[in-house]
């Protein structure tokens, strides 16, 4: 987003503090000889600087006010003739940004380089300047900013897309990472980079993807997992890659000779490590750690700390132990997802996974609330589906309370509220809960929802029997007013075609119920172009264009599968968009290989990242493919 720096007032004095032509006709302060940059002197800098007084003289690019930060660094121009730029970052020191030609660069709080961190969740304040060659200072530019999880594989300011493409049917798999473009506001279109293991089949490598910044550099590392590593043996590995810096993260082929940063091996066959990954700071040290969990053998979870700069240690489960394991042993699909935030505002980063089928297909989450950085052993809080409305989620109906979740402040009290979806609620209709923070830290969460919002009547979804709104469940800010959104996906709804509905909130007051079955409407709806191809089975919300305005990604994963991206315009979003009646996406994703692209996307959503469904394994090789 560019801001002008300077702001032309226009008074009855206008003469006396601008000037119309700088070379002939000087300022009042001129000829008081006070500094002003409108004063032309016989340097060559200055009095290019003067001719250019009212164009902006510094700018960001990829930041607005209320941003959901998702990059670990600041990028902008200056104008002719300004010899510096520095920022401010909650109220501190100034200190001095990167210049190459007309262009800045600033690294943000990163452990490993700064010696500071800033947490999933927290807010924080930004201030830049520019100074001329004598010194003289623009006024400061300020926003305010949430920080998220870091997706900017390549430090240009800008979030990256990461995406697989799951193999089925003996046809190679890929994933997929699309750099985002700041100057065209789209993502790649073609292949940057390829990760793979090399292998044929029995590794599933790609079946989850994840980011997370592991060694404190500012710059976005991946996450992979492979479920039924090695050799269908479902043991399950993790691979982590880092980024190379402003190369982003490199081409990788672990069978010809490539390499990973860190291998995680999973305990024992049939645990399928890998099947949920993602990266956040537990223990309050700066560096991401990976949060691995899965809903086999009973239900697992994992945390693996960072050892700092050399990020997460290889490790072999069977062997050594994870730094924090969670084995409940419920049989309730403990660990299906994952997600972190600051729950009560304390600055730390809490943990949150579901558990979708518990007592029959009602299901839970488990709620885990730092102490002061650490993440305790078993949670503070079990927040089971509701009984209501009416048929609710009791046990031997259910509605899978947790198959899709996410953490985000939709009212603006700095305290992560649940939005937590039920697709199978109402025989298929589906459902999304809305919990908003107390922000305490022993029941952070009522056990009545603050609002619900129910699915479209299943008359007009596939078979007149199944919408499973709620399948995928996302948040951001689509509008910039610094409340999150949510974003929810019915894959099945419109006759088999799948809509994804976006739900804006309305600022402090915070969701209030929508039956989309009885008149109630959504902010947008976008609909697929086709009956059968799973259109929103996976929803995702991530600004791409740096303007503070979360962008809209929707997949249609059936076949070789289809991302369709939708550019936020603001208050209106997208707007309505049916593919199958004349709407238009900003952008249509695809891949000429592979199958089911668009199976899962790591994104930020206010520290989470959510994948749809378990899928079982096939005999093909698998690849993460990274474009620019």
């Not at 079946?207 to 399950?236: E, H, K, L, M, W």
């Not at 600055?347 to 007592?359: C, F, R």
Request: net charge negative; glycine share 14%.
């Amino acid at each position: 987003m560019f801001i002008n720096a300077f702001y032309l007032i226009v008074t009855s004095g206008f003469s006396l503090n601008c000037w119309s032509n700088p070379m002939f006709l000087p300022t009042v302060e001129c000829w008081v000889q006070v500094p002003s940059f409108r004063c032309p002197k016989s340097d060559i800098n200055e009095l290019l600087l003067a001719l250019f007084a009212f164009s902006p003289s510094v700018t960001v690019s990829n930041i607005a006010n209320h941003s959901i930060l998702q990059t670990g660094f600041l990028v902008g121009q200056i104008r002719l003739g300004m010899a510096s730029v520095s920022v401010s970052l909650d109220g501190g020191p100034y200190s001095n940004a990167l210049i190459n030609g007309l262009n800045w660069r600033y690294q943000l709080p990163a452990q490993a380089v700064t010696g500071t961190h800033w947490n999933v969740g927290t807010k924080h304040t930004i201030s830049v300047i520019a100074a001329d060659g004598s010194g003289n200072r623009t006024p400061p530019i300020v926003f305010t900013v949430i920080k998220g999880i870091n997706h900017d594989t390549d430090g240009d300011g800008f979030s990256d897309v990461v995406i697989t493409a799951v193999p089925s049917n003996a046809v190679q798999g890929y994933g997929l990472v699309f750099l985002a473009h700041g100057n065209t506001g789209l993502p790649s279109s073609s292949p940057d980079s390829i990760l793979t293991d090399g292998l044929a089949g029995g590794s599933y490598f790609g079946d989850r993807i994840g980011v997370g910044d592991f060694n404190g550099d500012g710059y976005a590392d991946i996450v992979v997992g492979s479920q039924a590593a090695p050799g269908f043996s479902t043991f399950g590995y993790v691979y982590i890659f880092h980024s190379s810096g402003q190369s982003g993260v490199t081409s990788q082929n672990i069978n010809t000779g490539g390499t990973y940063n860190s291998l995680i091996k999973g305990h024992a066959s049939g645990d399928r490590l890998g099947s949920f990954v993602m990266g956040g700071d537990l223990n309050n040290d700066g560096y991401d750690d990976a949060i691995l969990t899965s809903p086999w053998s009973g239900g697992l979870g994992y945390v693996i700390y960072s050892l700092g700069t050399a990020g997460v240690p290889s490790k072999d489960l069977s062997v050594t132990s994870a730094d924090i394991t969670y084995n409940f042993g419920g049989n309730d699909d403990f660990g299906l997802q994952s997600a972190v935030g600051d729950i009560n505002a304390d600055g730390y980063t809490d943990l949150v996974v579901s558990a979708p089928t518990y007592n029959a297909q009602q299901g839970r989450l488990y709620i885990f609330v730092s102490n002061s950085g650490a993440i305790p052993g078993a949670p503070q809080q079990y927040l089971l589906g509701p009984t209501s409305p009416a048929p609710g989620c009791t046990a031997g109906t259910g509605c899978n309370f947790g198959s899709s979740f996410v953490l985000a402040d939709f009212n603006g009290d700095s305290c992560a509220d649940l939005g937590v979806g039920g697709n199978t609620f109402n025989t298929n209709q589906g459902i999304v809960f809305v919990f908003n923070s107390n922000c305490g830290s022993v029941t952070p969460y009522s056990s009545v929802p603050n609002a619900t919002l129910i699915g479209p009547a299943l008359a007009t979804c596939t078979g007149g029997t199944n919408c499973s709104f709620g399948s995928s469940v996302s948040t951001g800010d689509t509008n910039g007013d610094g409340y999150s959104d949510l974003f929810v996906g019915a894959y099945l709804a419109s006759a088999g075609y799948g809509n994804a509905y976006l739900f804006r909130s309305p600022g402090s007051i915070g969701f209030s119920n929508v039956d989309l079955s009885s008149g109630g409407t959504a902010s947008s709806v976008l609909t697929g172009s086709g009956a059968g191809l799973n259109f929103g089975i996976f929803t995702a919300l991530q600004d791409i264009t740096g303007d503070g305005m979360s962008d809209l990604l929707v997949s249609a994963s059936t076949g070789a599968g289809t991302v369709f991206y939708f550019k936020s315009t603001g208050v209106s979003g997208p707007g309505n968009q049916n593919l199958s009646a004349g709407g238009i996406a900003t952008s249509v994703l695809t891949v000429p290989f592979g199958q089911n692209f668009g199976n899962a996307i790591a994104l930020n959503r206010d520290g989470s990242e959510k994948n749809v469904g378990l899928l079982v394994p096939s005999l093909e090789q698998t690849m993460i493919i990274v474009f620019k």
